[in-house]
């Protein structure tokens, strides 16, 4: 069965910390992506990454960065986490080939609390 | 710009009945359109994918229609259940080298006893 695990459910940190957010696939897709969910505003994609050592902004880049030194982790990055980043965060993968590239699979969600 | 719209925001049901859930979007050049089911606390979940040739795709008591000229989608639930009580999404993937998604706001759906 494969998978996508976002290695934090329930987090709860302070204004000005640092936080990282992990997500590992096991399906080895070339694609991944962090979305953030808020309601209301649906989900907006904050970056993404198309292969190792790649990434590229979404909608909403700012506050945040990302890290994919592997092919099976990406990484996002709070680098001073602030209450209106308080959101629910998804990461996804995808292939990039064939009608994989049509199905994007998700993980369980990180729910982020920034007091 | 690219853009889908779900409706209605919400929806409360007795369990047993119908529902129908809209999606309209102006996403172009279109490549297919997918219905994702959303468990609270939990990630997004594919229901069914309609491509541009489609118009009709069934998955158990799910059934999701497309006309592509129009550009609306709807997906349609047969004989509710309590475990229907979820969030669902929209999303529309165009047909470039990106392969670009769009998200709609969701539907949230509420099944009562």
């Known amino acids: 069965d494969v998978k996508v695990t976002q290695s934090s459910r329930y987090l709860v940190k302070r204004t000005g910390e640092k936080v990282f957010l992990e997500c590992v696939q096991d399906m080895d897709h070339e694609n991944m992506f962090w979305y953030r969910q808020d309601p209301g505003l649906g989900l907006r994609l904050i970056y993404f990454s198309y292969d190792v050592k790649m990434k590229e902004k979404g909608d909403i880049p700012e506050g945040y960065s990302v890290s994919r030194e592997k092919k099976e982790r990406f990484s996002l990055i709070l680098e001073s986490a602030s209450t209106n980043q308080t959101s629910m965060y998804l990461c996804a993968s995808r292939s990039s080939q064939g009608s994989g590239a049509n199905v994007l699979t998700f993980g369980a969600g990180s729910r982020l609390t920034v007091l | 710009k690219n853009q889908v719209e779900q409706s209605p925001q919400s929806l409360i049901i007795l369990e047993g009945k119908n529902c129908t859930l809209q999606?309209?979007?102006?996403?172009?050049?279109?490549?297919?359109l997918r219905w994702y089911k959303q468990d609270t606390g939990r990630g997004p979940v594919s229901l069914t994918i309609?491509?541009?040739?489609?118009n009709t795709k069934s998955n158990g008591r799910y059934t999701a229609t497309l006309d592509a000229d129009t550009k609306q989608s709807s997906l349609h639930i047969t004989a509710s259940q309590l475990s229907d009580s979820a969030s669902y999404i929209c999303v529309v993937i165009n047909n470039n080298a990106g392969n670009m998604l769009t998200f709609g706001g969701g539907t949230r759906l509420m099944v009562k006893p």
């Open positions: 309609m491509t541009f040739s489609e």
């Open positions: 999606c309209n979007y102006t996403v172009s050049p279109f490549s297919n």
